[in-house]
């Protein structure tokens, strides 16, 4: 286990504690700030930074988003060594086997988990998994999902530790109980780093085959989607699907985030699109009301859409920090997602900012749409 310093005393440190103190010896807690020391559980952990290149470690792992900054900052201040230093989706970007018991000594589990992002929706969790399951698939391991015990936006707070939300929607991986996961010889904990598309184009069918081999949607889930795909597709041969990204994304404009298009930009494609390809209508994926709006004024009655709930005025927050005062809405928020990236996966093209959901709605369709942009407008 490697023995390391983590720098960056903040929340971001407060919801990644438990990911790392799993994973690494944690040997001192460092900021610029020294006034931080007095939020840490141990405040005699905190050690100066112009200390750190006294102290004995492996490795120090930067918690801040400004990480390549800070980086920076401690190699030519305090002179410690670049290639001691871990940057945020470096660390991240680990995997760690460990023997956490001594069941199935035959058997190597590799557990899929998200915990430093657990704010995020649906298919960033997915995309994470059919990225290491590409791995997976070329060694002899068995995976699991694990969202029973790292906290998600699907998993209702009295039911965390008891129910896997993976399995409200999906099949397990394995048919090895969880608790025996925890209780086995070889364990490979997965890694939770920012998604990266940029080979994407390249490994296609590769994800597109994991995702065919290995997830699997409960059948009254498959039987439910199929059954509103045909409805709001009765009579209509030629779909042109959009996906609209706003809300959190457009205000928030998180570091590192795909820049998302503006609904003229994505209007003045669509009707080129439109035009061209005769179709019989469009089918909009959008979580905001105010961007559904816009489309049924622009495009009336072409426009397809569900009766998901949707956004208006987020105030700067995430998504998964918002309730809608219904039951199960926890639930009933993945399930309206899962939903809307199925049916745009059955659409006949497609135009689409560059996210988890419109990413994945390619990797399902297989590389069967007849036309499709993924607008790339560099990141945040």
Same mark, same amino acid.
């Given at each position: 286990?490697?023995?390391?310093?983590?720098?960056?005393?903040?929340?971001?440190?407060?919801?990644?504690?438990?990911?790392?103190?799993?994973?690494?010896?944690?040997?001192?807690?460092?900021?610029?700030?020294?006034?931080?020391? +007095?939020?840490?559980?141990?405040?005699?952990?905190?050690?100066?930074?112009?200390?750190? &290149?006294? +102290?004995?470690?492996?490795?120090?792992?930067?918690?801040?988003?400004?990480?390549?900054?800070?980086?920076?900052?401690? &190699?030519?201040?305090?002179?410690?060594?670049?290639?001691?230093?871990?940057?945020?989706?470096?660390?991240?970007?680990?995997?760690?086997?460990?023997?956490?018991?001594?069941?199935?000594?035959?058997? @190597?589990?590799?557990?899929?988990?998200?915990? @430093?992002?657990?704010?995020?929706?649906?298919?960033? /969790?997915?995309?994470?998994?059919?990225?290491?399951?590409?791995?997976?698939?070329?060694?002899?391991?068995?995976?699991?999902?694990?969202?029973?015990?790292?906290?998600?936006? !699907?998993?209702?707070?009295?039911?965390?530790?008891?129910?896997?939300?993976?399995? %409200?929607?999906?099949?397990?991986?394995?048919?090895?109980?969880?608790?025996?996961?925890?209780?086995?010889?070889?364990?490979?904990?997965?890694?939770?780093?920012?998604?990266?598309?940029?080979?994407?184009?390249?490994?296609?069918?590769?994800?597109?085959? &994991?995702?065919?081999?290995?997830? /699997?949607?409960?059948?009254?889930?498959?039987?439910?989607?199929? #059954?509103?795909?045909?409805?709001?597709?009765?009579?209509?041969?030629?779909?042109?699907?959009?996906?609209?990204?706003? @809300?959190?994304?457009?205000?928030?404009?998180?570091?590192?985030?795909?820049?998302?298009?503006?609904?003229?930009?994505?209007?003045?494609?669509?009707?080129?699109?439109? +035009?061209?390809?005769?179709?019989?209508?469009?089918?909009?994926?959008?979580?905001?009301? !105010? #961007?559904?709006?816009?489309?049924?004024?622009?495009?009336?009655?072409?426009?397809?859409?569900?009766?998901?709930?949707?956004?208006?005025?987020?105030?700067?927050?995430?998504?998964?920090?918002?309730?809608?005062?219904?039951?199960?809405?926890? %639930?009933?928020?993945?399930?309206?997602?899962?939903? @809307?990236?199925?049916?745009?996966?059955?659409?006949?093209?497609?135009?689409?900012?560059?996210?988890?959901?419109?990413?994945? +709605?390619?990797?399902?369709?297989?590389?069967?749409?007849?036309?499709?942009?993924?607008?790339?407008?560099?990141?945040?």
């Amino acid at each position: 286990m490697y023995h390391v310093i983590v720098y960056g005393i903040s929340g971001t440190l407060e919801l990644n504690e438990d990911y790392i103190e799993k994973r690494f010896k944690v040997v001192g807690y460092s900021d610029s700030n020294p006034e931080k020391k +007095a939020t840490l559980k141990q405040p005699e952990m905190y050690i100066w930074p112009a200390d750190i &290149v006294k +102290a004995d470690f492996d490795y120090i792992l930067i918690t801040s988003i400004f990480d390549e900054e800070i980086k920076e900052s401690l &190699v030519s201040k305090y002179s410690v060594p670049q290639n001691k230093i871990l940057l945020f989706d470096e660390w991240q970007g680990l995997r760690f086997q460990m023997q956490l018991g001594e069941r199935h000594p035959d058997k @190597t589990f590799y557990v899929l988990s998200r915990f @430093t992002r657990y704010r995020d929706g649906l298919f960033s /969790h997915i995309y994470s998994y059919l990225e290491q399951l590409l791995w997976i698939d070329k060694h002899d391991v068995i995976p699991v999902v694990d969202m029973m015990n790292y906290r998600n936006q !699907y998993l209702e707070d009295d039911k965390f530790g008891l129910e896997n939300s993976w399995e %409200y929607y999906f099949e397990p991986l394995s048919d090895i109980p969880l608790e025996e996961v925890y209780d086995s010889r070889n364990v490979i904990l997965g890694y939770d780093k920012r998604s990266d598309f940029s080979n994407l184009s390249n490994e296609l069918e590769s994800y597109s085959m &994991v995702w065919k081999k290995y997830i /699997h949607m409960k059948p009254d889930i498959e039987k439910k989607i199929n #059954a509103k795909i045909k409805t709001l597709f009765d009579g209509k041969e030629r779909i042109l699907g959009v996906l609209y990204r706003g @809300t959190d994304y457009k205000q928030l404009k998180l570091k590192k985030v795909p820049v998302q298009p503006d609904l003229p930009e994505l209007f003045e494609l669509i009707d080129a699109e439109f +035009a061209r390809g005769s179709y019989d209508g469009i089918f909009v994926s959008s979580e905001s009301e !105010y #961007a559904l709006e816009e489309f049924k004024n622009r495009y009336g009655n072409n426009v397809i859409y569900t009766d998901q709930k949707r956004f208006s005025d987020t105030k700067g927050k995430w998504l998964s920090e918002i309730e809608f005062n219904r039951k199960d809405d926890r %639930y009933l928020r993945g399930y309206e997602y899962l939903e @809307t990236i199925m049916i745009l996966s059955e659409c006949t093209s497609l135009i689409a900012g560059i996210c988890h959901g419109s990413i994945c +709605a390619k990797i399902i369709n297989g590389g069967k749409y007849e036309n499709e942009l993924l607008i790339e407008k560099g990141v945040y």
